[in-house]
């Protein structure tokens, strides 16, 4: 049992889906795991383990923001042996040909978050996501035939900007899209030796400005879910 999760050491599987929203976890758990047991409850943020086509797996809200994500995914990796982490989460496009429930496959993850110049002194470090799993998302992607974007996406530490034009400064540079945790958990995922992946959902378009509503965001996001965990039973 660790500070956040209180889990039973074994309870938790090796491959860990992670919703920022832990409503989305519950949700994801009920609808696509079979015997899914709710293994956290601490400050709501809710987790599960069941299977999905034969294969073990767990779903573990996050919280928002990179501090979250870095306290659950730690403990995950630390204390409880998880091997594979995917975000499910939802992001803002900020390129004008991505459009609401698209989806995005983070190849990398900028930030303007000062976590990892805190643990660089300084210096920038540039999170990506396993190969493996990237790949193995792509393709399952193209068979599905989803609408995917692949991409450097930007990890921000800040949800209102005191610029409001401030994004079309990474989205000169190519940046896809943006949300608040993937940086670290790539970072968190290289210091550990484990594979990690990013896969959202566009939930909102700052270029286009449209967006989805929040009870959307919980529960209109199946196929990032089924994209997350047909990757999972591929890569065994």
Not at 21 to 28: E, F, G, I, N, S
Not at 139 to 161: P, Q, T, W
Not at 174 to 180: K, R, S, T
Request: charged residues 20%; negative net charge.
């Amino acid at each position: 049992m660790s500070l956040h999760i209180a889990a039973d050491k074994g309870a938790i599987a090796e491959t860990v889906l992670m919703p920022g929203d832990p409503l989305r976890a519950r949700y994801a758990a009920d609808k696509f795991l079979e015997n899914a047991v709710c293994h956290n409850e601490v400050r709501g943020m809710y987790g599960f383990t069941g299977t999905y086509k034969g294969k073990r797996i767990s779903i573990q809200g996050s919280g928002m923001g990179q501090p979250s994500i870095g306290i659950y995914a730690y403990e995950l990796m630390s204390f409880y042996g998880a091997k594979t982490i995917m975000r499910i989460g939802s992001c803002g496009a900020v390129q004008p040909q991505i459009e609401l429930r698209d989806i995005v496959l983070a190849m990398s993850a900028s930030t303007n978050g000062g976590n990892n110049r805190n643990i660089f002194k300084g210096m920038d470090f540039a999170p990506c996501a396993d190969a493996e799993l990237f790949l193995t998302a792509a393709k399952k992607a193209e068979e599905m035939k989803l609408r995917v974007h692949s991409g450097n996406i930007l990890s921000s530490d800040n949800f209102y900007d005191d610029d409001p034009e401030i994004w079309k400064l990474w989205a000169k540079f190519g940046v896809l899209a943006i949300e608040m945790e993937t940086s670290m958990l790539y970072t968190l995922a290289a210091k550990m030796g484990v594979k990690a992946l990013a896969i959202c959902t566009v939930s909102d378009s700052i270029v286009n400005e449209t967006l989805l509503s929040s009870e959307d965001r919980e529960r209109s996001f199946d196929e990032m879910i089924l994209l997350a965990l047909e990757t999972a039973v591929e890569i065994g």
